[in-house]
Nanobody
Framework: QLQLVESGGGLVQSGGSLTLSCAAS????????IAWFRQAPGKQREGIAC????????EYSYSARGRFTISRDLGKSTVYLQMNSLNSDDTGVYYC??????????????????WGQGTQVTVTD
């Protein structure tokens, strides 16, 4: 059974850093694209970063580019989101999602097949 479990969220001051983890079980990361999404209070869920299944090619949202880095450890079946220079706009619930069909290029649309339960990130001023 496929399962995605996010961890690493918490409370951080503006300008600080956090690293989120998405542990996958029941799938092979090398055959699934993984994406990170964020849902801020009262806002729609938005794509932040993704990594393709083959080649490990990455895409970032405009707000994440230059501050966030997505990476994966195939041996640990875990995808990471390193977040630097955090600000209050980064507050929200962060979800990881998996899709088996995005081989060499991933996209930040919401039509991923599998989702985790999310982890809360709160950035204080």
């Amino acid at each position: 059974q496929l399962q995605l479990v996010e961890s690493g969220g918490g409370l951080v001051q503006s300008g600080g850093s956090l690293t989120l983890s998405c542990a996958a079980s029941g799938i092979t990361l090398g055959s699934h694209a993984i994406a990170w999404f964020r849902q801020a209070p009262g806002k729609q869920r938005e794509g932040i970063a993704c990594i393709s299944s083959r080649g490990g090619n990455t895409e970032y949202s405009y707000s994440a580019r230059g501050r966030f880095t997505i990476s994966r450890d195939l041996g640990k079946s875990t995808v990471y989101l390193q977040m630097n220079s955090l600000n209050s706009d980064d507050t929200g619930v962060y979800y990881c999602a998996a899709d088996p069909n995005r081989y060499f290029r991933c996209v930040l649309s919401l039509d991923y097949d599998y989702w985790g339960q999310g982890t809360q990130v709160t950035v204080t001023d």
